[in-house]
């Protein structure tokens, strides 16, 4: 059974660069969420796809984006790359079950370094 | 706002004994959900427990269990039998009922763990 998937392991961007983040969920599983986690901080929410529509977002600006595939894989994009993002970020995959209860599981995540 | 603190940044504790890591947390909401994840030096975020706020009866996860004190809004996670895989960051979550996956974490707890 595949877990959370996320593809680069790791990325180093200059300033103003925009980034690409992949990830693909667990199966079974048709909702993906992003966090972002600082260095020794809890991880914070930034946004919530579901059929291929945001469903939720978190206090990220709109340099922060996203897309949902028909095969529930998830695209996060940055644009405009800032010091600030240098960060990890995690991808977690629910299923959606018509509650806000559903557990997330979440991907080894990708290290975004900005110079 | 909705908050979840962990007030211990760091806990150590010897093999085989037992630990208890402290959580609060500030809702108004009468429908969350709450969670303790592990994330290990290899940075992917594992669930260890999950605790509906409707239940009484605390949740039990083979060495893990917690101590759900509602009215104080406490969710502390107790280790038995501590191993050295335990050595991790914990995070204490809430989910609250109202939103759409919003997953709302703490700063997080190292715990060490002495052979």
């Known amino acids: 059974d595949a877990g959370v998937t996320q593809s680069p392991t790791h990325l180093i961007k200059t300033r103003g660069q925009q980034v690409t983040l992949r990830c693909s969920p667990k199966s079974g599983h048709d909702t993906v969420s992003w966090y972002q986690q600082a260095l020794g901080q809890g991880p914070q929410f930034i946004f919530q796809?579901?059929?291929?529509?945001?469903?939720q977002r978190g206090n990220f600006p709109d340099r922060f984006s996203g897309h949902q595939f028909p095969n529930y894989s998830s695209e996060l994009n940055v644009n405009a790359l800032l010091l600030g993002d240098s960060a990890l970020y995690l991808c977690?995959?629910?299923?959606?079950?018509?509650?806000?209860?559903?557990?997330?599981?979440f991907g080894p995540g990708t290290r975004l370094t900005v110079l | 706002a909705q908050t979840v603190t962990q007030s211990q940044p760091e806990m150590s504790v010897q093999e085989a004994e037992t630990v208890t890591l402290s959580c609060t947390y500030d809702t108004s909401e009468s429908d969350y959900y709450l969670f303790w994840y592990k994330q290990p030096p290899s940075r992917q975020m594992i669930l260890v427990i999950r605790?509906?706020?409707?239940?009484?009866q605390n949740a039990t996860e083979n060495r893990f269990s917690v101590n759900f004190q509602k009215a104080a809004k406490s969710f502390s996670l107790k280790i038995s039998d501590s191993q050295l895989g335990d050595a991790a960051m914990y995070f204490c979550?809430?989910?609250?009922?109202?939103?759409?996956?919003?997953?709302?974490f703490g700063k997080g707890t190292k715990l060490s763990v002495k052979p």
């Open positions: 977690a995959s629910s299923l959606f079950s018509g509650r806000a209860a559903d557990t997330q599981y």
């Open positions: 979550a809430c989910l609250y009922g109202g939103s759409q996956g919003n997953l709302i």
């Open positions: 796809y579901y059929e291929e529509e945001e469903r």
């Open positions: 605790q509906e706020a409707y239940k009484q």
